[in-house]
């Protein structure tokens, strides 16, 4: 097989309509699938980007030595020319099969790098080639009654009209809440309500349609407020974006400033020490709290090791990993990069990312009103049912109840995966020794929390329940940040040929704290930074967000940022937004029953 062959996009979709798995990097074609089931980031990350161009997603998860490997999965160069993106088949993409046969032999064995890979390796709509941009149909007809709080503009979905400089500059205030256009918090949290069209009317609208409204709604807004997604103004924007991450390579912003974890041991061993002391005094309750401060703050060590951000290597990265999320925590660090890998890809896509796949509980988008079925959970469907009919409607109100019981869920999350396909599927790798790594450590994790401290250490019943429910609530703001830089953002799809640096910016906020206080965020305060940059150590990020702050100045993306506390606001009034038009929809559908009209049902 000639590698420098030059292979036309309709080759290309011919040769994935086969089941192949296609993905482009660097001018190459590269294909995957000897790579796909021993990839340790997920075969999900792989699957995600099948028909894409993925140079820059590529290149911000491996280190130099990794991509150069890469060249041992070619079959062929691309053709001269911007690569038009196609939506991968894993989300729906669709693709004809050749009735010729002009692909070259893929019969061929392609060398598998996999003991060079491994070792470094941590990442973790149906369309033809040449489709444009994702636009969401609306069928709404008329509009008059039902209120929706949702934002509509003069300017149609796709018109890639691009907004005036000086016009942009002031929705970059805006959005960040600062400079001479700043906007008061109410109006930043409110300004859909105000601005919103005149609502459809519910009675010509099936339960389908009223939802592709609101989506369209979304869509536009973002397409009013972002850069176009023309391939062309996004091509730019790509060029831009590896410019500025040549600059933190060559800042030296890839290194890992080592003093700062000798700080950080210092503090997990004090918070432990004082577990341990208030233990020994029988002071329980305040040595849960000191117990829950250990978990929240050794998490963060956790996640630079998931992304390969101390050390730089694989293996001694992910043992760290092991032994802090696994032994310490017990949490599948396993489970949290194959979900991890994929929010950082496909951030907030509501079919693809887990992260804010949470119905019955919280809906961040109203796609989710008509069930969404998630490629990640292997096509599992969140029905939109009567319990979701419940509690999505006051999700605002139960947001940090549920928060300070998350860590139960991830227990559940983490047994899970290990006893899964996706965890075995490494047995054929290099990386086997994972899983049963992680069964070790967690079944240690629980030998020490849940026999030995929990039955054995503690008294009584009633303070057994106490101390679990509080070290375990005290965890609370950790699964607030989490989610905080997320679930007020966008969940809109822009369509396949929005650049990886604009979707991240888009889709991710950054919250601002004095220095002194980013111990406490643990760098998850710079999310948008670190979507950019996933492993530049934590210690760094706030050197990249002045890099990253011009680079929004000059291809006039807005940067989202804002105080803790504004944060927080943004996110209750999106899931506030989304509880209302859930109401409208459940009141509607009452009326449609009780009338016998025909409409939502």
Known sequence: MDRDRILTPRMVEGMIAEGHVIVMYDGMVLRLDSWLEKHPGGRLAILHMVGKDATDEIKAYHSATTLRLFKAFRIGRQPAGRWHNTTPPIRGGVYRKLEAAPSPSLSATVTDPEDEIVDDASTSSGSYLFDEPTRVASSVTSVSDCSSDVVSGDDKAGSGARIPTTEMRKRTAFVSGSGADEASTDEVLHKSVSQSAPPPNMSHMTKAEYTDYLMQQSIEKDLKIYPSVDPIVQEEISRKYRILHQKVQDGGFYQCPYVEYAKEMTRYSTLFACFFIFLRYEWYMTSAVFLGLFWHQIMFTAHDAGHRAITGKFVPDTLIGLFIADFCCGLSLGWWKSSHNVHHLITNDPASDPDIQNVPLFATSAEYFKSVVSNYYDNFVFYWDAVADVMVPYQAYTYYPIMGLARFNLYILSWCHVLSTRAS??????????????????????????????????????????????????????????????????????????????????????????????????GLQFQAVHHLFPCVPRHNLRKVQSLVKEFCEETEIPYSLFSFYDGNKVVLSKLDEVAHQAKILLTCQKHMAETGESGLH
Request: charged letters at 15%; aromatic letters at 16%; one cysteine or more.
């Open 425 to 522: 599927s490494l047995g054929g790798s290099k990386a086997w020794w994972i899983r049963p790594t992680e069964v070790a450590f967690m079944a240690c994790y629980w030998f020490i929390f849940g026999y030995c401290l929990v039955l054995r250490t503690l008294p009584t019943w009633p303070i057994r329940v106490a101390f679990v429910v509080l070290s375990h609530f005290i965890t609370m703001p950790l699964h607030v940040q989490i989610t905080l830089s997320h679930w007020g953002m966008s969940t809109a799809n822009l369509g396949e040929s929005e650049s990886f640096p604009q979707r991240q910016l888009r889709t991710t906020m950054d919250v601002d704290c004095p220095k002194w206080l980013d111990f406490i965020h643990g």
